[in-house]
């Protein structure tokens, strides 16, 4: 028993050294960002409202470390997220906000069921937006050292859109990734993306009027293409050389058209009813990540829209389920 009191009391002893350790390094990174932020013209009155209430979040930490896109199998993660309620929250949501929903994919040219798989997957069709102290997050993240670099710039832009009153700093609580509203927009998307769609002078990305037409309208800037094809579940021949299969998101590489890979999908007749000429690339998106995965299975060709919603969020297994709950979506209004 003695044993295990003192294995205990070293452990709580270790990470209150380590929390202590981090919050002494993470007070140190405050003054050198507060540098940082007035170098990049943010007002010394944001700055300073900022950082009194920035905290170092160990589980943001974690959770980063420990995403669902990096242990989950694509069909479980995929099943998860487009199951028979999310279907029937989706048909709800769209028959609640008919009107505005039919506007928007008139306008935008972006399809509804598009929007909606997307809104489903983020935040439960704005029923879960997350809990988490944004500014926080993004603090902790770029005083963090695997990804400093980018969450910094999402950080200074925030405080540039709070500096400019177009976001209240007492809103901002969301994803622990710095994500914010029903679509779950970084500060780089609301800068670039977000639009006042109902006039308001007020951009609310908690409001389905704004919300809405801005994820419309950053899938148009981004070149989304009406109508044409996401992906497709295909089963591969032993033949095909490894340097054709894409097993990361960050780049999807051997593009080719599609009648190139013909000698290396079973049943391509499946397939015919698709232009030959349709510029392509195949995807397996176990073969990496999940131990003892086969490395042909499962696999997909997917189009040139499959990588748009790579730009929304870098993740092979995310692009499958939204555009498998928009197929699903679709068969339903």
């Not at 380590?18 to 010394?44: G, H, M, P, R, V």
């Not at 405080?159 to 994500?179: C, E, P, V």
């Not at 058209?257 to 391509?268: A, M, N, Q």
């Amino acid at each position: 028993m003695k044993i295990i009191k003192i294995i205990l009391i070293l452990i709580i002893f270790n990470i209150n050294s380590s929390f202590a350790e981090n919050s002494d390094q993470f007070n140190q990174w405050k003054l050198k960002f507060k540098k940082t932020a007035l170098a990049n013209n943010i007002s010394e009155t944001t700055i300073n409202t900022a950082i009194s209430n920035f905290r170092f979040l160990p589980k943001v930490i974690k959770y980063d470390r420990y995403q669902p896109e990096f242990y989950e199998s694509t069909k479980t993660y995929v099943g998860k997220r487009t199951s028979k309620q999310k279907l029937n929250n989706g048909v709800k949501y769209y028959q609640n906000n008919i009107s505005l929903i039919n506007s928007v994919e008139a306008e935008f040219e972006i399809e509804k069921e598009l929007l909606l798989a997307l809104m489903g997957i983020e935040t439960n069709f704005g029923t879960y937006v997350g809990k988490m102290d944004i500014l926080s997050s993004l603090a902790t993240l770029s005083f963090d050292q695997r990804r400093s670099e980018f969450f910094t710039k999402e950080l200074i832009l925030l405080l540039k859109l709070i500096d400019r009153d177009q976001i209240d700093h007492k809103t901002l609580y969301g994803s622990w990734a710095g994500a914010f509203g029903f679509f779950q927009f970084m500060p780089s998307t609301i800068t670039n993306y977000s639009i006042d769609y109902n006039k308001d002078d007020y951009i609310d990305l908690k409001n389905i009027e704004d919300a809405y037409p801005s994820a419309a309208n950053y899938l148009k800037k981004i070149g989304w293409k009406m109508n044409e094809p996401c992906f497709f579940k295909i089963e591969l021949k032993e033949n095909i050389p490894d340097k054709f299969l894409n097993t990361s998101a960050k780049k999807i590489h051997s593009k080719k058209k599609l009648i190139s890979f013909k000698k290396y999908i079973k049943d391509y007749s499946s397939l015919e009813f698709l232009d030959d000429d349709f510029n392509v690339a195949i995807v397996t998106p176990d073969k990496d990540i999940i131990p003892g995965a086969e490395t042909l299975n499962p696999a997909y060709i997917v189009f040139d829209n499959y990588e748009i919603i790579l730009q929304w969020n870098r993740s092979l297994r995310f692009a499958l389920a939204v555009c498998t709950l928009k197929d699903k979506i679709k068969n339903e209004i």
